[in-house]
């Protein structure tokens, strides 16, 4: 029989190993911090409601916004879960490294307003909604950028030479 034979191998040792680097470098306290251009979702928008009325009004305050990201290929979930409170789906989505948490209750609709809060420095900007799309690339982008430039910190403060056996040997006895 002169037909080839070919054996395929998968290894999931790369995938995983990546995996736990991914977390090792970009995880904290609160969970993961996903990088924007890996992130599955990128955004995640969390009505504050109370009726299924407000939850109506907060999903068309939001659908310019929700057809921005759309159409330039950001990913994003609304999340109209009923029976969970918002901040358990704050956490929820803190743990799961979500970029960016836009929060809107029926108040910031009377002001015009949404809360925008990064996943990387946990900081909350509260911004007018007119502005929000403006804002949405030059936020990920610099979140990317964040998490890259902590991640080469990480990686200066953790890396050692050594020449020689003795001196390793001082490094691991000091906890590096």
Same mark, same amino acid.
């Given at each position: 029989?002169?037909?080839?034979?070919?054996?395929?191998?998968?290894?999931?040792?790369?995938?995983?190993?990546?995996?736990?680097?991914?977390?090792?470098?970009?995880?904290?306290?609160?969970?993961?911090?996903?990088?924007?251009? *890996?992130?599955? /979702?990128?955004?995640?928008?969390?009505?504050?409601? @109370?009726?299924?009325?407000? #939850?109506?009004? !907060? %999903? &068309?305050?939001?659908?310019?916004?929700?057809?921005?990201?759309?159409?330039?290929?950001?990913?994003?979930?609304?999340?109209?879960?009923?029976?969970?409170?918002?901040?358990?789906?704050?956490?929820?989505?803190?743990?799961?490294?979500?970029?960016?948490?836009?929060?809107?209750?029926?108040?910031?609709?009377?002001?015009?307003?949404?809360?925008?809060?990064?996943?990387?420095?946990? *900081?909350?900007? /509260?911004?007018?909604?007119?502005?929000?799309?403006? @804002?949405?690339?030059?936020? #990920?982008?610099? !979140? %990317? &950028?964040?998490?890259?430039?902590?991640?080469?910190?990480?990686?200066?403060?953790?890396?050692?030479?050594?020449?020689?056996?003795?001196?390793?040997?001082?490094?691991?006895?000091?906890?590096?």
């Amino acid at each position: 029989d002169n037909t080839e034979k070919y054996v395929y191998a998968t290894s999931w040792g790369v995938s995983t190993r990546l995996l736990g680097a991914l977390i090792m470098v970009h995880g904290d306290d609160k969970g993961l911090r996903l990088p924007p251009n *890996i992130a599955p /979702i990128q955004i995640v928008f969390v009505p504050i409601f @109370k009726t299924e009325e407000d #939850l109506l009004k !907060i %999903q &068309n305050y939001l659908n310019q916004t929700m057809n921005y990201c759309k159409d330039n290929n950001i990913t994003y979930y609304f999340d109209n879960r009923q029976k969970l409170s918002p901040g358990y789906k704050f956490n929820e989505w803190e743990m799961k490294g979500v970029p960016i948490r836009i929060e809107v209750g029926v108040r910031d609709m009377e002001k015009q307003n949404i809360t925008l809060v990064r996943r990387d420095n946990s *900081i909350k900007m /509260i911004d007018n909604i007119t502005l929000l799309t403006s @804002k949405i690339n030059d936020t #990920l982008q610099d !979140i %990317q &950028n964040n998490l890259f430039n902590n991640a080469l910190d990480f990686q200066k403060q953790n890396t050692f030479q050594t020449h020689s056996y003795d001196e390793f040997k001082h490094l691991i006895n000091k906890g590096a």
